[in-house]
Each structure stands twice: as structure tokens, then as C-alpha cells.
């Protein structure tokens, strides 16, 4: 069970605009920052999102990162075929004093 | 560029401990800004931090695996090292060491190696 929840799976059609959540509590995405990961098969992850809305170089401006309360989004749109990945969320635990990860989105572009 | 690349057997025994190594090429692991760390991902599962280390030494670990994770570094190799004791069939995972944004309560780990897949079976 992950300290961070996110749905298993989430889906679009090319060009629709995806939402992810991830949902926490007040000892980790209240309090800090949240940051979103895309891994694709067999790859190692990603960071597409840090600091909860920042685009590191090289990431399109199709993502982009939200957070309110206990909760935070990762948004796609514009998507696309090779978008079709996991796509995971994390942040620092005051409580666990750790960093933590949810469980992780499969993202399928039907 | 900066790279990371694991290494380590493959295979390892329970009970046993694992011992993995990264070592960075294209930059130096006593940059000021950044932390090195460990994560690992078992078998069609999601991502688990197990720890983090400075270039001085300096460590944090994930608490629920703190009695068994071990970090160190090597300055002069620039590598830095995974050990994890008491190993068992649930250690079974891609194990992936990455740099780390050196920054209070942060999880921005921007470069990533490929990742090594260790088994634990006798």
C-alpha cells in the first residue's frame, strides 16, 4: 500500500487532454513539493515534473503539474501514442521522514 | 553528459547481503549540488527509495528498510555503493541508482542509470 495513491490505470484517445491524480496528506503533498516521473517500458523513469509544476528542460509544455491541498495532478494534453507509459508521483514525507511514491499510473492511448 | 551505470551480480542468495555499486562518469559525484541515490522497482511494481548520500558522507535512509540499507561513497572512484542485508525473495527488483537535486525535502532525481535486475533465490 502506498503512502501516495493514484489510480491504476487511465486512458485517452490522441489529442484528449488526460489528467492523473495523485492523492496524499498533510505530512507530504500539503507540505511539500510533489514531483511526477514517465517510465516507459523498460526504461528507466523520467522526472517530468519537480518542484510541483516545474517542466525540467526538454519537457514539452503538454504536461504540466498542479497541486491543491493533499492532492496534485499531472495534465497531458495534446496526447500521443508515445505518451502510452507509467507514470508515478512522489514527495517527501515529514511523518516517514522519507521520500515516498504512489503506486503508479498506467497510462494507455487507445 | 553525466552518466550513471549500475553493477553488481545478478543473483544472490537469501540471507545474504547485496552489494551494488554506481559509478558517474561525465561530472564529479562532489558536485556540491546534488545528493546520489538508490531506488528500486520489483517485478511489474511501482518505484521504492531506499536511500541517499552526499558526496561527504553524509546519509538518509528509508525507515523501513534503515536496519538493512547500508549507502557509502568514493570520492576518488567516483562511485557510491548500495549494501542490503538479510536478503529475501522480496528484494527481488531493478535496482536504480540516480542523482538527486540537493535540496531540503526533495525527490528530483534527473539522472537515472539503466537500472540492474537482481534476483534473490537460492
Known amino acids: 500500500q502506498s503512502v501516495l495513491t493514484q489510480p491504476p490505470s487511465a486512458s485517452g484517445t490522441p489529442g484528449q487532454r488526460v489528467t492523473i491524480s495523485c492523492s496524499g496528506s498533510?505530512?507530504?503533498?500539503?507540505?511539500?513539493?510533489v514531483y511526477w516521473y514517465r517510465q516507459l517500458p523498460g526504461t528507466a523513469p523520467k522526472l517530468l515534473i519537480y518542484r510541483d509544476n516545474q517542466r525540467p528542460s526538454g519537457v514539452p509544455d503538454r504536461f504540466s503539474g498542479s497541486k491543491s491541498g493533499t492532492s496534485a495532478s499531472l495534465a497531458i494534453s495534446g496526447l500521443r501514442s508515445e505518451d502510452e507509459a507509467d507514470y508515478y508521483c512522489a514527495a517527501w514525507d515529514d511523518s516517514l521522514s522519507g521520500e515516498v511514491f504512489g503506486g503508479g499510473t498506467k497510462l494507455t492511448v487507445l | 553528459q553525466l552518466q550513471l551505470q549500475e553493477s553488481g551480480p545478478g543473483l544472490v542468495k537469501p540471507s545474504e547481503t547485496l552489494s551494488l555499486t554506481c559509478t558517474v562518469s561525465g561530472g564529479s559525484i562532489s558536485s556540491t549540488n546534488y545528493f546520489w541515490g538508490w531506488i528500486r522497482q520489483p517485478p511489474g511494481k511501482g518505484l521504492e527509495w531506499l536511500g541517499t548520500i552526499y558526496y561527504s558522507g553524509s546519509t538518509y535512509y528509508n525507515p523501513s528498510l534503515k536496519s538493512r540499507v547500508t549507502i557509502s561513497v568514493d570520492t576518488s572512484k567516483n562511485q557510491f555503493s548500495l549494501k542490503l542485508s538479510s536478503l529475501t525473495a522480496a528484494d527481488t527488483a531493478v535496482y536504480y541508482c540516480?542523482?538527486?537535486?540537493?535540496?531540503?525535502?526533495?525527490?528530483?532525481?534527473?539522472?537515472w542509470g539503466q537500472g540492474t535486475m537482481v534476483t534473490v533465490s537460492s
Open positions: 498533510s505530512s507530504n503533498i500539503q507540505s511539500n513539493y
Open positions: 540516480a542523482r538527486q537535486e540537493y535540496s531540503s525535502s526533495s525527490v528530483a532525481f534527473d539522472i
